[in-house]
């Protein structure tokens, strides 16, 4: 496995879903009835919102074991549940109007304590488009980043538990992207606007609540295996994985990535949709069924690490030197 020598694996080839995104619509051109948007992602932002900040108020004179506790096991599910309404927003799947969309992501990044819904759009994007280019795809770990974790389960677990902080450190390497835009600074002045209110008003132990509800959500915890599942080569060589478990009903299907990518055209709920109609083309693919199993095995796997991930030499066909 690619941890053991200190390196990426590469592709020469291109991502692997066009084709067979070509494929399913050959064989099923039915699917492309699932093509649409969702509009009640807008009233489950709406809910997360009010459960996160009534959880804050309450959090504000608990207890601090009982603060850590409640953002374990309801503030991650509700930050996790955010972040993929983000994800909807960035595809354009809530609203047909892309500056909606763009709305809406922010809005579902209000408790989210560090702003970063509008940025997360530019990079997502290029991560489709550009799956495993280093230079383009900010879902791929730097390689000091992969050499600082190692293989050992302290490293790795540490990565986990700070790999809200370790994210932010990548937009440095991807300097063909934009950083900054009038969304950006609009997303930013929204997110920390909330974050002095929520302190002013409430106190510190809520906007402790909503940061602990972050790093919960994508770290050290069963969600946080969601970023092991989606690209990790838990099974070489397959570059991308679903998982098909029960906390898709509370992650709102973010588990079904190869389908996603397949068809990132499709909202969250029909996804499933998508797998029933074209079985023969998800059924043989490896998938994971636990992530509590797979973030304990990432951890304590030698074999699997940060550098554990495919990377390729060209973009969509067209050679890196090529390139301007």
Do not use: C
Request: glycine share 6%; hydrophobic share 50%.
């Amino acid at each position: 496995m690619a941890g053991e020598d200190e390196q990426f694996r590469t592709s020469q080839g291109g991502e692997p879903h066009h084709d067979r995104t070509r494929d399913i619509l050959t064989a099923h051109p039915e699917v492309r009835g699932l093509i649409g948007r969702n509009p009640w992602s807008g009233a489950l932002i709406a809910f997360v919102l009010a459960l996160q900040f009534g959880l804050a108020a309450t959090m504000a004179s608990a207890p601090w074991w009982a603060l850590l506790a409640v953002a374990w096991l309801i503030g991650a599910f509700a930050n996790h549940a955010t972040y993929v309404l983000i994800h909807e927003a960035t595809h354009n799947l809530i609203f047909r109007k892309r500056w909606a969309n763009h709305l809406a992501a922010i809005l579902a990044d209000l408790p989210n304590a560090v702003p970063a819904a509008i940025s997360f759009r530019s990079y997502h994007l290029k991560h489709h488009s550009f799956q495993g280019v280093y230079e383009l795809d900010a879902d791929v770990p730097s390689v000091w980043e992969a050499k600082v974790v190692g293989t050992g389960p302290a490293g790795k677990a540490l990565w986990l538990l700070l790999f809200p902080l370790f994210q932010v450190t990548r937009p440095a390497r991807l300097r063909e992207i934009a950083f900054i835009t009038r969304w950006t600074l609009l997303n930013w002045g929204m997110v920390l606007a909330v974050d002095l209110s929520v302190w002013y008003f409430l106190g510190p132990k809520a906007l402790l609540y909503l940061i602990a509800s972050i790093f919960f959500s994508v770290g050290l915890h069963p969600l946080g295996a969601r970023w092991i599942q989606e690209h990790y080569l838990t099974d070489d060589p397959q570059e991308t994985y679903s998982y098909y478990g029960p906390l898709n009903l509370l992650a709102l299907n973010v588990g079904f990535h190869n389908e996603h990518h397949d068809f990132p055209s499709i909202p969250w709920n029909r996804l499933p949709d998508l797998k029933r109609m074209a079985p023969e083309f998800y059924d043989p693919l490896i998938a994971h069924n636990s992530w509590s199993k797979l973030l304990w095995r990432f951890i304590f796997d030698p074999k699997l690490s940060l550098f554990s991930r495919m990377i390729r030499t060209d973009r969509a066909g067209v050679p890196l030197d090529a390139q301007d």
